[in-house]
């Protein structure tokens, strides 16, 4: 039983280091996509 819980929290903190970066790639994204949308909106008030 104790063998069980520790292979459950050696996945868990597996999946734990994988959603981090999935977490930081949509963070990255999220900016860029709100940095595109700015550029857009400055360019249409220049205009």
């Known amino acids: 039983m104790a ?3 520790k292979s459950n929290a050696v ?3 597996e999946e734990s ?3 981090k ?3 930081i790639m949509v ?3 999220g900016v860029l996509m709100v940095g595109a949308w700015f550029g857009a909106y400055w ?3 220049s205009r």
């Open 3 to 5: 063998k069980k819980q």
């Open 21 to 23: 970066g999935t977490f």
């Open 27 to 29: 963070m990255i994204l």
């Open 17 to 19: 280091s994988n959603l």
């Open 11 to 13: 996945a868990s903190s």
């Open 43 to 45: 360019l249409f008030i």
